[in-house]
């Protein structure tokens, strides 16, 4: 089993910056495809963001495209979102997940997910 908790969420301003942690414990990470995916309020889950185990692969959502980062530290069993350049419509609750499979955009390919942090951007 993976416990997944997500940290650093919290309201900012329009253009503003925020960066999201999420902590594995119970397996190293280094056996995992991590992914953000994010809900906003009424809206369905949606892929936000991966890296493959090494950190060599990544791929983002078009809507993040050129603002969002994602890293790992498997080291440290923590993956990271850097957001940049942040809108209103980022707003949503963002949720790190892991999955032992290849990376992919599917949520329900991701079996161990965290209890999501909430972003909130004001304009």
């Known amino acids: 089993q993976v416990q997944l908790v997500e940290s650093g969420g919290g309201l900012v301003q329009a253009g503003g910056s925020l960066g999201l942690s999420c902590a594995a414990s119970?397996?190293?990470?280094?056996?995992?495809?991590m992914a953000w995916f994010r809900q906003a309020p009424g809206k369905e889950r949606e892929f936000v963001t991966h890296i493959s185990w090494t950190g060599d692969r990544t791929s983002y959502a078009d809507s993040v495209k050129g603002r969002f980062t994602i890293s790992r530290d498997n080291a440290k069993n923590t993956v990271y979102l850097q957001m940049n350049s942040l809108k209103p419509e980022d707003t949503a609750v963002y949720y790190c997940?892991?999955?032992?499979?290849?990376?992919?955009?599917?949520?329900?390919?991701?079996?161990?997910w965290g209890q999501g942090t909430r972003v909130t951007v004001s304009s």
């Open positions: 119970g397996r190293t990470l280094s056996n995992y495809a």
């Open positions: 997940a892991a999955t032992s499979l290849i990376m992919t955009t599917m949520a329900r390919s991701y079996a161990y």
